[in-house]
């Protein structure tokens, strides 16, 4: 668990993108930040207040969220100045970058001195057991792509905080870093040793109310040669009772991997759903999200429809929409 | 690569079963072995010569190959003064001990001091890259199981043997630890991290002769929850042409799952297949290979013929038959 809440250190960002992170914090948990730290030629903005550490630290901040993806791949000297100095201000620290933060003996030194801990969420911090396949009590809907980055991390946070503002018991469960440094908690699932992936899915989605909802972050695709083997340990160790399909119509072929084509939403359902049943033979296909970011208004309305009509289930882009319907058949599962 | 030939510890293994390593080495690479070495109370013997450090260095021997099971999983003091003396002899040494042989400063010391290498084949040794899905050229073959522990090794091991024998080019590519230590090659799949299983696979089986055919050692299955991620993975690393459906057919649930029964032959092949088809979309089952050790020869005739009807692909027990009509069929593919 990371403390919250946070400051958002944006660095010297070039532009916005650069600061996914930030914006992801910013957009599902802004209950989570007190403010933004820039650094001279920042080009990205959270519209958050600008707060130096000390005024970070009385407004109640505990751990400063590197949200900007790094230069070249390494944490810069002028970086590590700020990090040393919001060590020795109390703050934690917390980052998804490749370049981690214990592998810098100045970060390390610092952090000891002032009694604090570095989260680099890239890393697994626990000895995750193998999965042991047994049921567990409590409810788990999973979104499922036809390739990677169609928008599933985006549909389970839409979905949950739908199914919360519904008066439904729902948490998000993340599995990759974004949604780590988003939430405060989860699995790196990608970093994970093989033989303990489906376990470590088992443990990030325990026991617990019949009535509560993980909502677990997908990752991958059945279908994206490099990193089906993740989708399907979270598949089986998530053993989800709904699954949601996902899909980005404008992709031409799977990301990454010039020479393969994306399935059709119908062979996705087809191969997610018996292997789903293995490990929860009452597991459903709910319905479908949508990324139409690519689409004008009306061909996004169309391309919905289509694929409503043709699948037959509530299909829903979840940030043109939202997530209600999907919601309200979750609730009539 | 470990370097061959090997002489084969067998400590003071309480029984021949805990000599697996061993029996697997004795059994498939008899050429890889210029001995045995036995401690007082060792009751293994894989029928080598008995042959002291010295005896076993003057006959050629370039490794000591750990094949035996520790007890309580640790490293004795007894085990630890032969290993530091064949270090000294001039032996590398290869283990797949949980206790890792690195993590013993003694042995770490005795290695360094004599320019030896330390080979821990649970423990990957190289930085395998992320899947780039590219075809290969040359072919490839692959068993998958109704559960895990069916007998998949040992049928691609014998394939192996049957096509060399056959006068085909083949090479068996190892995944797990024992096969590592019979071939002196391979990767440890299931110890690999998430994200780059399935290029740990492409690593193992590159570009070759259009004629030669990796046999590529099979990893858990595809319906077993705990280890279901890491088959998905090496059927999408593996890419490949043929597949072979691997069956105990006295197993009455999942191998450590209670809860979760086998799935048939059909659907393993009708699961498997379509999965391997995304990455090789030329793939084909091209047979059946049943463990038939819990069955008397009758019972064993009676369950492969009906196997053999059902799913009208040749059918046999590699221990019993070996594998000619596989090779046959493997050969006309």
Chains 1, 2 share one sequence.
Not at 63 to 87: D, F, M, Q, Y
């Amino acid at each position: 668990m990371i403390e919250t809440p946070y400051l958002l250190f944006l660095g010297d960002a070039p532009d916005g993108l650069a600061a996914k992170v930030a914006q992801g914090i910013r957009d599902w948990r802004p209950e989570n930040s007190v403010g933004q730290f820039r650094m001279d030629g920042c080009k990205a903005d959270m519209k958050l207040p600008d707060l130096t550490l000390t005024e970070a630290r009385e407004a109640g901040a505990r751990t400063l969220v590197i949200g900007v993806a790094n230069r070249g791949g390494v944490i810069s000297p002028a970086w590590k100045r700020v990090l040393v100095e919001a060590l020795a201000a109390g703050f934690d620290l917390a980052s998804g970058l490749h370049n981690l933060l214990r592998d810098e003996p100045e970060l390390v030194a610092a952090a000891h001195a002032n009694g604090r801990t570095l989260h680099d969420v890239r890393v697994p911090s626990v000895a995750y057991p193998i999965a042991n396949g047994e049921k567990r009590r409590g409810r788990r809907v999973l979104a499922v792509g036809t390739d990677c980055s169609v928008g599933k991390m985006y549909t389970g946070l839409a979905l949950d905080r739908d199914m919360r503002a519904a008066g439904m018991k729902s948490t998000f469960r993340a599995t990759g870093q974004t949604g780590i440094l988003i939430t405060g908690s989860g699995i790196p699932l990608d970093a994970v040793v093989a033989d303990f992936m489906a376990g470590s899915v088992e443990w990030l989605t325990p026991d617990n109310d019949e009535d509560h909802w993980d909502v677990i972050e997908g990752q991958g695709s059945l279908f994206h040669v490099s990193f089906s083997g993740v989708t399907l340990a979270l598949i089986h160790g998530g053993q989800p009772d709904a699954l949601i399909l996902s899909h980005e119509p404008t992709r031409t072929h799977m990301r990454g991997l010039p020479g393969y084509g994306l399935p059709t939403l119908e062979v996705l359902r087809d191969t997610a759903l018996p292997l789903a049943r293995v490990a929860n033979p009452a597991c459903e296909v709910i319905g479908v999200t949508v990324n139409t970011q690519h689409l004008n208004d009306s061909e996004a309305a169309e391309c919905l429809a289509e694929i409503e009509e043709r699948m037959g289930l509530p299909t829903c882009d979840p940030f043109r929409q939202g997530t209600a319907r999907l919601v309200a058949a979750l609730a009539a599962l």
